[in-house]
């Protein structure tokens, strides 16, 4: 199973309860940035193996975490900040997994769209 997990936008104490327990439960975790993840997992006391997944290595990390989804270990996609597959590479290990016939879904959180048009005063 794949899982594309949404982090937050600014504050860490945004992280939604059911992100922080998909996060403890997966094998492996594909990171826009190991780095900014590794802080993230850090403040939440989560120890898991990352596997980075950006634009400059989608094709080769792509690879890697499709065999480990055959091989029937659980991953979660996260990015930097918001949701996967929004202004980064996630839509093509979404597809990738799809071809594959791999269950895919979502972990939803905060979105800077929706506060952005909340804050702005207009009629939603």
Known sequence: ??????????NLNDMT???????????????????????????????KPQIAFHEHNEQRAGERIEALLKQGKAVAMVTNAGTPGISD?????VRRAISAQIDVTMIPGPTAFVMALVLS???V
């Open 1 to 10: 199973m794949l899982y594309l997990i949404a982090t937050p936008i600014g």
């Open 89 to 93: 590479p996630g839509f093509t290990l």
């Open 17 to 47: 309860l059911r992100a922080l327990e998909t996060l403890q439960k997966v094998d492996v975790i594909a990171s826009e940035d190991t780095r900014k993840t590794g802080l993230l997992l850090k403040h939440f006391s989560i120890s």
């Open 121 to 123: 005063g207009l009629p």
